[in-house]
């Protein structure tokens, strides 16, 4: 019986099994591809639940974080990629906001800042008596920023464009986002006219 528990431990402490890692460096916010994955076997006693050994369960997900080539893809450094919600529509957007972070899946607020002329809500401020959102903040000089879109769920992040500028001197970067048609209407309307920046929510 002791021999029996000794080769046990030995198995334990030798034996392998699949584990699934990336490829390559995966930067968040990236979709994950059949060549961005492969499995390779890890010593049992370093595997862990968080661990997977099938690709196909991974290819599709969108990277939560930065992972290394070689590192595991544990469960929780993915999500889903995104569907449009019913009802939405998807837009893509000339950023002003330099939003390194900005990932696919994320949640953010559309904002812009030459205030609300034509629809929107002030992001800070009440209402008169008309309903109307104004501005109850102290002025420093330009217009209250309006929230044009309250949830819009980031579907893609392009390269910045450097022969594009916001206007603001800073380059512009494009996003597409899967909003209501409302708010894809204000959106559209105040890109032509100055900076949008997102939030994160």
């Given at each position: 019986?002791?021999?029996?528990?000794?080769i046990e431990a030995v198995v334990s402490q030798t034996g392998t099994a699949p584990v699934a890692v990336a490829a390559r460096p995966i930067a968040r916010g990236e979709i994950i591809g059949a060549d961005d994955v492969e499995v390779i076997r890890f010593p049992v006693v370093a595997v862990t639940a968080s661990m997977t050994d099938?690709?196909?369960?991974?290819?599709?997900?969108?990277?939560?974080?930065?992972?290394?080539?070689?590192?595991?893809?544990?469960?929780?450094?993915?999500?889903?990629?995104?569907?449009?919600?019913?009802?939405?529509?998807?837009?893509?957007?000339?950023?002003?906001?330099?939003?390194?972070?900005?990932?696919?899946?994320?949640?953010?607020?559309?904002?812009?800042?030459?205030?609300?002329?034509?629809?929107?809500?002030?992001?800070?401020?009440?209402?008169?008596?008309?309903?109307?959102?104004?501005?109850?903040?102290?002025?420093?000089?330009?217009?209250?920023?309006?929230?044009?879109?309250?949830?819009?769920?980031?579907?893609?992040?392009?390269?910045?464009?450097?022969?594009?500028?916001?206007?603001?001197?800073?380059?512009?970067?494009?996003?597409?986002?899967?909003?209501?048609?409302?708010?894809?209407?204000?959106?559209?309307?105040?890109?032509?006219?100055?900076?949008?920046?997102?939030?994160?929510?």
């Open positions: 019986m002791a021999l029996l528990f000794a099938s690709i196909d369960e991974l290819i599709g997900n969108v990277a939560y974080i930065d992972i290394g080539g070689g590192d595991p893809v544990l469960t929780s450094m993915t999500r889903a990629a995104p569907l449009v919600p019913p009802g939405n529509t998807v837009v893509e957007v000339r950023l002003a906001s330099a939003l390194d972070e900005l990932a696919t899946g994320d949640r953010v607020k559309l904002v812009s800042a030459l205030g609300c002329a034509d629809g929107g809500h002030s992001s800070d401020g009440g209402s008169n008596e008309n309903g109307t959102q104004t501005d109850t903040s102290p002025s420093y000089g330009t217009a209250a920023t309006c929230v044009l879109a309250d949830d819009a769920l980031v579907m893609g992040v392009n390269e910045a464009d450097p022969d594009a500028e916001s206007g603001y001197g800073t380059v512009q970067r494009k996003a597409s986002f899967a909003m209501p048609a409302d708010a894809a209407v204000r959106v559209m309307q105040s890109q032509e006219a100055g900076a949008i920046v997102a939030v994160m929510r």
